[in-house]
């Protein structure tokens, strides 16, 4: 589905992205993880054209999308949930559904509008109790439910969530998770998932990429970077560094 | 017919293509990062792991050697600390000292699984009994295919080497299906059947994975023939895995190499240059998903060229001609490469000789000579000198028109080449260079 090959990232003289190449296909659930600083945003946020990269290629469903403006991508089925999760506080949860689809506003009229807010309300039961309210008074759950809420609602087929737990205490992770894994198996989304929490991310995705200062060091399924010494022990806190390195 | 890992073995090419950069790049950042060996390379050529941007830049990079292995001994090329390693293995050493190759807990999974695709790939399944005949010790033969077998479910009977009487008791009474050693041990097999009068018919054996040394068409033939199954080959070597880089199907039109785990390239073996696709040289092979031992461009000494065309069976990845050949076998006469193969292959086209011939080279007023010595039969001796003379002219046209050198040919009485240890000396090389 996202074939990106030899991406080049930089922020000003800062390299930050060296030749990163990821795929993602169909159906599945890819894992980014890293380090802090080690450019899992800068990764997403190539993709979705937020920072594009300098050079490189990034085919979406057999289109290159580098270099287009991000609500172009965003039009053709790419979504990303920032981290921070960056909802509108001071409007309501309906009113921040709204705004979600607003590339598809336009054109689309107000019955099938209600459509999509009441499917997003059917997945997210607690958003419809909630809707009323002012998105800065939820709990961080829920308001991390109302950005993927929000995203859903431009239909991606391909959404990129970034570090969905940060902030979150170890319970409410859980369900946040647990959603992101419905959100593959009830909506057949296509996820690419940054995480500091590599644990709780390699057990829900496929596979994953390990990238450690704007370079992937690694690709292979979730079970075998699991079995990975060197990302047990940098990124799943189980083993102490040995002295010989 | 079953594939183990459809996913990866029937990859369509632009799928296989990716994963093989990003791996590929993931590989050369973690050797940069944690072997010297790579490290100084690179950095002696001035260059970056990301300069590579595609399959087709690594021929950029230099090989790693047999040589440079050994001189890594044991554990300089290792890409992880020891205490990540769960498994060495070695080679046998017999020229010089081995090489030394570990394995990570994800390696040996990888292992397994590869070998469960060859085992599928002949047409194993779990109604086999698997009777492995490869030393279970240092070297990675047994190991690799015990794991695959037992991966599949398939009951394995680990009789190792050795003990050939026993091996075909065990054959018959444990009622093996699936027999797995080196081709030549299964001729040796047949011979001992044969004095022990038991007859192969009588067996469940049906199907043979030969491997761990280049063997004939003609070997299969008379292996298939004697032994009443299907015999198939499968290569791998250690510095790269061990038993699992490439196999036959069922279709035995060569060898499929997983391309999701490896990267072929074929060179001259005199220039180190790559060849044009298709062109047979030297096979070269990087890792792509190895842990503890990841190869750059390692150079195999196996001569063989790459066919991408798809199989019947499916598989999309890339197949590799049967290999009967290695570098160090190979001559060059006047500047053309030529593989005692080629002329086992004439041999066998004419009658009254027999496979067994000896390679002359010398040089005359500056020039290479190719004189090949060949056995002929009884009969052909007794016979007339015309129908000598004229069988002689055929074979050296023949065998000239084959090679694209001129050769010269002399017919000899049976048993007359040297032989050393049952193993006739190929190749005579009497040049000062
Ligand atoms: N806006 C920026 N300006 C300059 N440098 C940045 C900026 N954002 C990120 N970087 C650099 O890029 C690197 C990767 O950052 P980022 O993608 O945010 O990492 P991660 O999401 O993995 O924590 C950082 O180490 C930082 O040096
Ligand atoms: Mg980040
Ligand atoms: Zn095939």
Not at chain 1, 192 to 205: D, G, P, S, T
Not at chain 2, 89 to 97: F, N, V
Not at chain 2, 401 to 412: A, E, I, P, R
Request: hydrophobic share 40%.
């Amino acid at each position: 589905m996202l074939r990106i090959k030899n991406i080049n990232t930089y922020y000003g003289k800062v390299h930050a992205l060296k030749n990163v190449s990821i795929h993602v296909n169909v159906g599945e659930i890819v894992a980014l993880i890293g380090a802090n600083g080690a450019g899992k945003t800068t990764v997403l946020n190539s993709i979705s054209g937020i920072t594009p990269p300098r050079e490189g290629e990034a085919i979406f469903k057999g289109v290159n999308i580098l270099g287009l403006p991000t609500d172009q991508i965003v039009k053709m089925g790419i979504s990303q949930i920032p981290e921070g999760r960056q909802i509108f506080a001071p409007l309501t949860v309906s009113t921040n559904l709204e705004l979600g689809a607003y590339h598809r506003y336009s054109r689309k009229n107000k019955s099938s509008l209600k459509k999509d807010i009441e499917d997003v309300f059917s997945f997210f039961p607690i958003l419809r109790e909630r809707r009323n309210q002012i998105a800065g008074t939820l709990s961080g759950g829920e308001q991390q439910m109302l950005a993927i809420g929000r995203a859903l609602m431009s239909k991606p087929s391909l959404l990129l969530l970034d570090e969905p737990s940060m902030g979150l205490a170890p319970m409410i992770s859980k369900d946040i998770f647990r959603m992101i894994s419905r959100l593959k198996d009830e909506l057949k989304t296509t996820i690419l998932i940054v995480e500091q929490n590599a644990k709780a991310a390699l057990q829900l995705a496929d596979r994953g990429y390990v990238i450690e200062t704007g370079k992937i060091i690694m690709e292979e399924s979730s079970k075998g970077l699991l079995n990975n010494k060197e990302v047990q022990r940098a990124y799943l806190g189980k083993e102490k560094k040995e002295i010989w390195e | 017919m079953n594939i183990w890992d459809k996913d990866y073995e029937c990859m369509p090419r632009e799928d296989i293509e990716q994963l093989q950069l990003e791996r590929l790049q993931s590989t050369l950042n973690r050797v940069y990062k944690n072997v010297q060996f790579y490290r100084k390379i690179f950095d002696k050529l001035n260059v970056l792991p990301e300069d590579i941007q595609s399959i087709q830049d690594l021929s950029n990079l230099p090989f790693t050697t047999k040589d440079d292995l050994r001189d890594s001994y044991p554990y300089d090329m290792f890409a992880v600390s020891l205490r990540e390693v769960v498994r060495l293995h070695s080679t046998s050493g017999m020229t010089g000292k081995p090489i030394v190759v570990g394995y990570t807990k994800n390696d040996l999974k990888n292992w397994s699984n590869l070998a469960a695709r060859i085992l599928t790939a002949g047409g194993v399944t779990k109604d086999d009994m698997v009777q492995i005949a490869f030393a279970y010790g240092l070297l990675t033969g047994a190991f690799g295919i015990h794991y695959g077998a037992e991966k599949i479910g398939a009951s394995v009977i680990p009789t190792s080497s050795g003990h050939t009487e026993k091996q075909i008791i065990i054959m018959k009474d444990y009622k093996t299906t699936t027999l797995v050693c080196t081709p030549s041990y299964a001729l040796r097999i047949a011979d001992t059947m044969v004095n022990m009068e038991i007859d192969p018919k009588t067996l469940n054996l049906r199907l043979g994975l030969f491997g761990g040394e280049p063997w004939s068409e003609n070997m299969r033939k008379e292996i298939e023939g004697r032994l009443y199954i299907d015999a198939l080959d499968n290569y791998g070597l250690s510095e790269v895995i061990g038993p699992g880089v490439a196999a036959e199907c069922q279709y035995k039109d060569g060898l499929h190499l997983f391309e999701d785990h490896f990267i072929p390239e074929i060179i001259d073996p005199s220039t180190g240059n790559l060849l044009p696709p298709g062109e047979k040289g030297e096979l070269v092979i990087t890792t792509l998903t190895k842990e503890a031992f990841p190869m750059i461009r390692f150079r195999t000494g196996d001569i063989t060229k790459l066919n991408w065309r798809q199989c019947d069976c499916g598989r999309t990845c890339v197949r590799i001609e049967k290999i009967m050949e290695r570098t160090d076998n190979m001559l060059i006469i006047k500047g053309v490469s030529v593989f005692p193969s080629q002329i086992e292959l004439v041999l066998y086209e004419f009658e009254g000789c027999e496979p067994h011939f000896q390679l002359v080279v010398d040089r005359k007023d500056r020039m290479d000579v190719l004189e090949v010595l060949v056995e002929v039969s009884e009969r052909i001796f007794f016979d007339e000198m015309k129908k000598q003379r004229r069988l002689l002219e055929n074979i050296k046209e023949r065998l000239s028109s084959v090679l694209g050198v001129n050769v010269d040919v002399k017919l000899v009485e049976p048993q007359s080449i040297e032989r050393d240890l049952n193993k006739y000396k190929r190749i005579i090389d009497k040049r000062v260079i």
